[in-house]
């Protein structure tokens, strides 16, 4: 049985200023708990599940604390409206090294702030190998609840930074920079990369000028109907899928 000081912790790791104090993240769900123990067993710190669940997956959890707890203290510390038999308290992951494009292709967001949008980029992106993310400081936090649940898993194996994106794509010497906006280059004219940055600006706003100013290349999905814009994590993934 959770005991209350416990249970007020771990619905306190819903707000980013508990979480980035503790250094740890909330993950709920049975794919999403399954994946990280498998792909990051050490950064899993405890596990609170129901029974059925612990027995079903003892053979991951032999490096995790963990508490077996009924349906109703699932429901109480779930961020979920339908809880799904398992959360996990996650050690953030190390950004202690700086990103780097030489060599690489990275995806650059400017101010994405829909937490949805930023989990599913997380996840193109590792649909597509893109083993890196810098974000712009004005992005949803990569460890909110709802942006770890839109990645799937995929949090565990791309590394994303927070930076300040001018400074960062100054220091990324002769890399080119493809800035995606309404009126560019038609992605589809255009050959595979092997290193380069994708910037994607914000959801309303787009690309900062500041930024905009900067790429080599400015970008495109041409619209064959009417709707005003895409939905920015849609445009990265149709963008990666081209261009990766």
Avoid at 30 to 59: C, G, I, N
Avoid at 157 to 181: C, E, H, P
């Amino acid at each position: 049985m959770l005991v209350k000081s416990k249970l007020k912790y771990i619905q306190s790791l819903g707000h980013k200023k508990p979480r980035d104090e503790a250094g740890v993240f909330i993950a709920e769900g049975t794919k999403l708990v399954k994946e990280l123990l498998e792909e990051q067993p050490a950064s899993v710190l405890e596990v609170f599940a129901l029974k059925e669940w612990l027995d079903a997956h003892s053979k991951l959890l032999t490096k995790s604390k963990t508490e077996e707890i009924t349906p109703i203290e699932l429901g109480r510390i779930s961020q979920l409206s339908t809880p799904n038999k398992v959360l996990a308290v996650i050690k953030q992951f190390s950004s202690s090294f700086p990103a780097t494009a030489i060599g690489k292709i990275v995806l650059a967001l400017d101010g994405i702030q829909d937490p949805g949008n930023l989990g599913t980029m997380i996840r193109n992106a590792d649909w597509f190998g893109i083993e890196q993310i810098v974000c712009s400081p004005e992005c949803a936090d990569i460890y909110s609840p709802k942006v770890v649940q839109a990645t799937m898993g995929s949090i565990a194996r791309v590394k994303t930074f927070y930076v300040d994106l001018k400074s960062w794509m100054i220091n990324q010497k002769g890399v080119r920079i493809y800035a995606a906006v309404l009126e560019g280059l038609d992605i589809y004219t255009m050959k595979k990369i092997k290193e380069g940055i994708i910037l994607i600006g914000n959801e309303s706003k787009g690309i900062r000028e500041e930024l905009l100013n900067m790429a080599n290349v400015k970008i495109t999905i041409p619209r064959r109907g009417k709707a005003e814009s895409l939905n920015a994590s849609v445009a990265a993934g149709v963008i990666l899928g081209q261009l990766v």
